[in-house]
């Protein structure tokens, strides 16, 4: 049985731009960032603790995936007992500090 997924307004929001920004600026792949994306949200529905625990994060229990063709990580939190994961943020490799959560 598959968990319910649900989305902060701050991951909404930046998954809105990252997708828009994919589709303006990369020609070849404009469509990569919503399936990578669409392929973790599944794996995470169905696989909710595959991602790795974030440790010392402000939010117990927090997990990350990456999305392993853009080198963004989605940040999120499962609970078991309502069998949802909530998207907390979406964040890029490349920044140099780790997202407030």
Do not use: C, N
Not at 39 to 60: C, F, K, N, S
Not at 69 to 94: G, I, K, P
């Amino acid at each position: 049985m598959s968990f319910r997924l649900r989305t902060s307004r701050r991951a909404g929001r930046q998954i809105r731009e990252a997708a828009e920004w994919w589709l303006l600026h990369r020609e070849k792949r404009p469509l990569a960032f919503s399936e990578d994306l669409d392929d973790a949200l599944h794996l995470i529905a169905e696989l909710p603790r595959v991602g790795e625990p974030v440790q010392h994060a402000a939010t117990p229990g927090v997990r990350r995936l990456l999305l392993t063709r853009t080198r963004y990580h989605l940040y999120y939190v499962v609970d078991e007992a309502a069998r949802t994961v909530e998207l907390l943020t979406l964040w890029h490799t490349s920044r140099a500090r780790p997202p407030k959560l």
